[in-house]
């Protein structure tokens, strides 16, 4: 029974394609964060990007 249903599982094709990169996408999320970054290099005495980049 577990033969079968991997078997019609696996024979159906589905496309399965990556969206186009979009650069403009990781910079708006890091973005979002930057306040919270800033606060928080602040409050640890490091670079902000830093802690964006983590």
Do not use: H
Request: glycine share 6%; hydrophobic share 45%.
């Amino acid at each position: 029974m577990f033969l079968l249903v991997l078997l019609a599982g696996c024979s159906s094709k589905q496309d399965y394609r990556n969206p186009p990169w979009n650069p403009e996408i990781p910079v708006k999320r890091a973005m979002q964060w930057m306040p919270v970054s800033e606060k928080a290099g602040a409050a640890w005495g490091v670079d902000p990007q830093l802690i964006t980049a983590i």
